[in-house]
């Protein structure tokens, strides 16, 4: 979009189409089995995100208002239930037709380098892939990173404005 983008962060963003996905009717079981505990089991929701969450991650979701987020963000996601949420990660499994070395708007990127849902190295080749990016990997940070950072991204990005 040019001009009419003045700056862009991506923080703890999505794995690249030509890393190896799931099958897909594996994934519509989990998210169908996501979206139920989400909605009915809120605890066994939890037990199961816990499994494969990172330290950093659960200690951020110690917090009783960022839980409440996460469970009202992942119920929101299947409030129509997990077709939804299967297409979109179907859409990300394709090649995406950006061209990230024509980027020329400003990119800063952050990813927790303990990150359990996308590995860092996924993002390293999305930093090395834009011309000038600013990449900050953090060490120790999961996932859930932004919950207790968003004011300081939302800071770094808005100065970029003025």
């Known amino acids: 979009l040019g001009e009419q983008v003045t700056a862009v ?3 703890s963003g999505g794995g690249l189409p030509q890393l190896p996905t799931k099958n897909a009717s594996r994934s519509n079981l989990e998210a169908s089995f996501t979206s139920l505990l989400a909605r009915r089991a809120p605890a066994l929701f939890f037990r199961q995100f816990s499994r494969q969450a990172s330290s950093a ?3 951020i979701l110690s917090n009783p208002v960022h839980k409440v987020a996460l469970l009202r963000h992942v119920r ?7 077709r939804g949420v299967v297409e979109d ?6 090649p995406w037709g950006i061209a990230f070395d024509a980027i020329s708007t400003p990119v800063r990127l952050w990813h927790g380098e303990d990150d359990r849902t996308v590995p860092v190295a996924s993002a390293r080749i999305v930093a090395e892939a834009i011309p000038g990016c600013t990449p900050t990997f953090i060490p120790g940070a999961g996932r859930l990173w932004l919950l207790e950072h968003a004011g300081e991204v939302l800071d770094i990005l808005s100065a970029k404005q003025q």
């Open 9 to 11: 962060g991506v923080v």
């Open 76 to 82: 929101e996601a299947f409030r129509h239930g997990s």
């Open 89 to 94: 990660a179907a859409l990300l499994a394709q």
């Open 57 to 59: 991650d659960m200690a």
